[in-house]
């Protein structure tokens, strides 16, 4: 199983960025896929991005276009979530994950420790 460690976040001011990464172990080879979900308080978690192994195909929640952007580095094993023009409504922990595909990212697979973001007004 494919473990997950992830780095940055924090506090913020609204409209400021923030970047985190997440550095994939284990037996990477059936996690290929990776991504990020957040839940914030009160709420169910949901699906934030996606990204295929190549890099190729990326996705995201309707609500982070354009300002997120997600990539990743196959030789560090690593994803990346860049997250600019933050609102406050992006404050909540957010998790990564790993498995076999984009298209059952967050069913199954493996989750990072989460890191929470708060974003000030």
């Known amino acids: 199983q494919v473990q997950l460690v992830e780095s940055g976040g924090g506090w913020v001011q609204a409209g400021g960025p923030l970047r985190f990464s997440c550095a994939a172990s284990?037996?990477?080879?059936?996690?290929?896929?990776m991504g990020w979900f957040r839940q914030a308080q009160g709420r169910a978690r949901e699906f934030v991005a996606a990204?295929?192994?190549?890099?190729?195909?990326?996705y995201y929640v309707d609500s982070v276009k354009g300002r997120f952007t997600i990539s990743r580095d196959n030789a560090q094993n690593t994803v990346y979530l860049q997250m600019n023009s933050l609102k406050p409504e992006d404050t909540a922990v957010y998790y990564c994950?790993?498995?076999?595909?984009?298209?059952?990212?967050?069913?199954?697979?493996?989750w990072g420790q989460g890191t929470q973001v708060t974003v000030s007004s």
């Open positions: 994950a790993a498995g076999p595909s984009t298209r059952t990212l967050g069913t199954s697979g493996s």
């Open positions: 990204i295929t192994w190549s890099g190729s195909s990326t």
């Open positions: 284990g037996s990477t080879s059936s996690s290929s896929a």
